[in-house]
């Protein structure tokens, strides 16, 4: 029935298992001292080792380029918002945490808002957030991304609902958030494969 | 006869306020060593170093709400952390802390009683410091607390015997119960420990456990009982405790270094030719070394070694501290009489 090839005694995958035998200890063993001097020359060699506290305000640890922390709202190269309000954010969130109203633009925003549509209101309760990054993976309009940054912790929970006055990006051209990290040629090419799942067309 | 008093006072306030000051920074000294020993830094935020952080938490326990259970001994229950800290301090006066001191002319002794009967004043003292916990422990009202309490004390009371046994060698060996005879024979480097290494190990682990040391830490392992016999203590009162614990380390320390590490005494103490008063400094900071060094052991032993089970710890004390000391005072006694 069974394939000889998964025996319960396949070689071991480390080198670290040890075989444990009941033998009767001898004289030292059972003194136990040695072993207390061994265990203490193990402590005090840690006195020396290298620390790995990190001292938080004053250094701070480094992020991977691609961590996913705070959320920004982008806008394009002219200063105006991507955001079109589409709501797929809100749909991907497994967390529930992205919650919009959408608005027409009116005539003579056009340098404001790049599409025709966009979000009037644009909130993420960053308790509820998982920051899973769905949001980004889901947006047709790069316009939202998760950065580097992190959510500070806050005494109220109506201050951590972050609306766009927070998540927007300044549209200073010098205080632009830089996400070309994250944003490769290959991230662009999965969104747009058709083979992928996000982007099979689906028949209602 | 004044100049005594007064002589006596100073000396015993000197060694009061050390002894506190010591405790204090030990609490600090812990841990931070609790800290490198698992690769961590340690306090390091209340003042350079973290050396204001004793401060800090004096300050946090003064500050911190006096609670006292309804149902508990109101007279016992403030008795109980008192005594534990006076008879912590009390130990001290017996020790002699370094060679004889002249000051115009006249010799003083750098201790503040030489009773004769110095060891066993110690015991004495030690023995009676099972109260202040066990009092603690039943005014508390309280079943993890009265558990606690009734650990600490057949523990202690178990190891006391232990104690007292191997000492008995050592006492053999001087022929005096007087701690300053017991140290002035150990001049130089011709240290008891070299003529009583199994009794210095007996001594060692039952310091360990009347100090309620880990790993002998049964009385207040909060992984069954919460937190022992101070479950119900807050504010200085649970301070008390905590302190007398640190007082009695070093405490500790003291009495191990003058019985089996040469006191004061340090190699070639006679051939430095040094005036009386150089030599005092010089033997008190070789003592205060000694001490140090003890203090950094206890730490170091409570941070490698997990905690005896209460069935381990009674049966180590009764079935192999107590014959091992029984044979070292024979062997001994045997040593003694033959070398006479």
Redesign the interface.
Known sequence: MTSSRFTWYMDSLTSRSKVVSNKKMTFLERIYLPAILQGMAITFSHLFRKKTTVKYPEVKREFSDIYRGKHVLKRDDEGRERCTACGLCAVACPAEAITMVAEERKPGEEHLYREEKYARIYEIDMLRCIFCGMCEEACPKEAIFLTKELVPSEYQRDLLIFGKDILLEPSDPNKRIDISKRQTQEVLEFKKDIRQKHNKKINI | MITFILYKTILASLILIISLVVAMYSTLIERK?A???????GP?RAGPWGLLQPLADGIKLFFKEEFMPNTADKFLYILGPSLTMLIALLTSAVIPWGPDIMINGTIYALQVADINIGILYVFAVVSIGVYGIMIGGWASNNKYALLGAVRASSQMISYELAMSLSIIAVVMMSGSLSMKEIVAQQQGINWNIWYQPLGFLIFLICAFAETNRSPFDLPECETELVGGYHTEYSSMKLGFYLFAEYINMFISGAVISTLFFGGYHFPFIDRLGLSQNALAVAGFFVLFLKITFFGFLFM??R???PRFRYDQLMGMGWKKLIPLAILNVLITGVVVLLNR
């Open positions: 060593m800290g490198f020993f698992q690769d961590r830094l390091s170091w032993i941070w490698t070694l």
